[in-house]
């Protein structure tokens, strides 16, 4: 299994699961429960989970909700700031019958990640760094996700990052030339046609939900079938299959992907983005 540094963001997620389309302006009935979240933590937590070696780079508050953020997160190096101002980030998870969710994230003290929490140590060759899109998106991060990233360079390690979101990232037209040189890229059906396709990245591998994925260097193309299953909340899905997939690659393009639907199939069929919380 390989050695993982995943850095970028940790969540509290308050999770909604409604019964039916919301009501504007009355009541819809939902279940709500809190979660550990955050698109960092929770690929971190199915990376132990798959078995790999991960240290985990973040910020919290001194909040209670700092406690649900770290939880779930077993077999975890954590290298993890307390900010003594921001609170923890947020977010409300709205899950739709079928399991679609719909994200209203406030991130918290993760804006305030600095290259100060960016250790050196656990920087060496022959690992993975695998940084979360919101650490480059949002202005406060940038500057650690993008140290992270040097770092990593300059110690061999191959640089694996998830595009995120679609949505924040049609609003910054520089996120790719901000980002190269890495080796792999991750993104999802609606972040590639944000992107464009003229992707200028040695791997990519392109998520379908339950029509799989595809990995591609450009010349060959590789295709996997999602599993199958019970479909409950779609959370964390891409980030656990990110994860399985890390933790095989580099090296067999089809276990890899393999690994990575796996993990996504599990990821659904249960609450929550992480397999423990």
């Not at 039916?20 to 809190?34: E, K, L, N």
């Not at 070696?53 to 939880?71: H, M, N, P, Y």
């Not at 760094?129 to 040097?150: E, F, I, K, W």
């Amino acid at each position: 299994m390989n050695r993982v540094v995943v850095l970028g963001d940790l969540m509290a997620d308050v999770v909604v699961a409604h019964d039916g389309p919301i009501a504007a302006g009355s009541d819809t009935p939902a279940r709500i429960r809190f979660r550990p979240g955050g698109s960092a933590a929770n690929a971190a937590a199915w990376l132990a989970h798959a078995g790999a070696e991960v240290t985990l780079i973040g910020r919290v508050g001194t909040d209670a909700a700092a406690d649900v953020a770290l939880g779930g997160l077993d077999g975890v190096e954590l290298r993890v700031t307390r900010d003594p101002e921001r609170p923890t980030g947020t977010c409300v998870v709205l899950v739709a019958p079928g399991g679609e969710r719909t994200m209203l994230p406030d991130p918290g003290a993760n804006d305030a990640l600095s290259t100060g929490d960016v250790p050196e140590d656990v920087f060496a060759g022959g690992g993975v760094l695998h940084v979360s899109g919101y650490a480059l998106l949002r202005h406060g991060p940038r500057a650690a996700a993008l140290t992270a990233m040097d770092r990593a360079r300059d110690a061999g390690m191959k640089i694996s990052v998830d595009p995120a979101s679609a949505a924040p990232l049609a609003k910054d037209p520089v996120f790719l030339d901000r980002i190269t040189p890495i080796d792999l890229l991750l993104p999802n059906e609606d972040e590639v046609e944000v992107l464009g396709r003229q992707l200028n990245v040695p791997e990519i591998v392109i998520t379908r939900g339950a029509r799989g994925s595809t990995w591609t260097d450009g010349f060959e193309t590789v295709e996997e079938r999602a599993m199958p299953a019970d479909v409950i909340d779609t959370t964390g899905a891409g980030d656990a299959f990110a994860a399985g997939f890390l933790s095989v690659w580099p090296g067999s393009v089809a276990a890899a992907l393999a690994a990575g639907a796996r993990l996504a199939a599990e990821a659904v069929q249960r609450r929550g983005g992480r397999p423990y919380d």
